[in-house]
């Protein structure tokens, strides 16, 4: 068994509570709403724009005995620059003002998560990071697609607005694979770290949607 069909299986608990968040489910079932949605894709900006830091942080701490893994990070970076300017972009196709997440400030649930992960980097091992790695986007290939094609429907939104969703459905799904190779290089220590990681990553991404508003939460639109 690869270590990462072992990371699956030892983070399954982890993965249910996450997936079993109710907002999760309502718009997987089409029940979501334009505050919901608009909210989510507030919370999404404020973590996709410290990816690229991140990445930068994880590659600075990375030793010479590991620089085949920095080229990876180097990989990461190049696919990854930019993404938050398409968050940008769908939150004004939802009718909202992008401004709002531009000059505003994450829910604590998005700083505990984004700051446990610049702590990792920082203090214990950088390829912690990929703990990260591996929940966001193994959660964007299991639902991106779906729940963008449900939302749309429930919402009547134009394609415009799902750009961060179904880009990240298709773009995730190759980086799983360059992942799921990557992380078998890894050593013992490592891969200790990276199931650690996931393990609390799962947890604090499954936060995030845990506080999203509720349905009665006013869509505030463009005047």
């Known amino acids: 068994m690869s270590f990462f069909e072992d990371l699956e299986l030892a983070t399954a608990d982890e993965r249910h509570y996450l997936l079993s968040a109710p907002i999760i489910q309502d718009a997987l079932d089409g029940r979501i709403t334009r505050p919901q949605y608009a909210a989510f894709l507030t919370e999404a900006y404020f973590h996709v724009k410290q990816t690229v830091p991140l990445l930068m942080a994880c590659g600075a701490r990375l030793g010479d005995d590991r620089e085949w893994l920095r080229q990876a990070v180097a990989q990461y970076i190049a696919d990854e620059y930019g993404h938050e300017q398409w968050i940008l972009s769908d939150i004004a196709h939802c009718g909202c003002d992008p401004d709002r997440a531009r000059k505003g400030t994450p829910s604590a649930a998005t700083e505990l998560m984004v700051s446990y992960a610049f702590d990792t980097i920082q203090r214990v091992n950088p390829a912690g990071f990929f703990g990260m790695v591996y929940v966001l986007e193994g959660t964007s290939v299991a639902l991106?697609?779906?729940?963008a094609n449900r939302i749309r429907i429930a919402l009547d939104l134009p394609d415009e607005a799902f750009s961060y969703l179904l880009s990240h459905g298709?773009?995730?799904?190759?980086?799983i694979r360059f992942l799921e190779k990557l992380l078998e290089r890894l050593g013992p220590a490592d891969r200790g770290?990276?199931?650690?990681?996931?393990r609390r990553f799962f947890y604090l991404y499954a936060q995030i949607f845990r506080t999203l508003p509720q349905a009665s939460t006013e869509l505030r639109q463009v005047a």
Do not use: R
Request: glycine share 0%.
């Open 144 to 147: 991106a697609t779906q729940a």
């Open 170 to 175: 298709d773009i995730d799904q190759e980086h």
């Open 193 to 198: 770290i990276v199931l650690h990681c996931a």
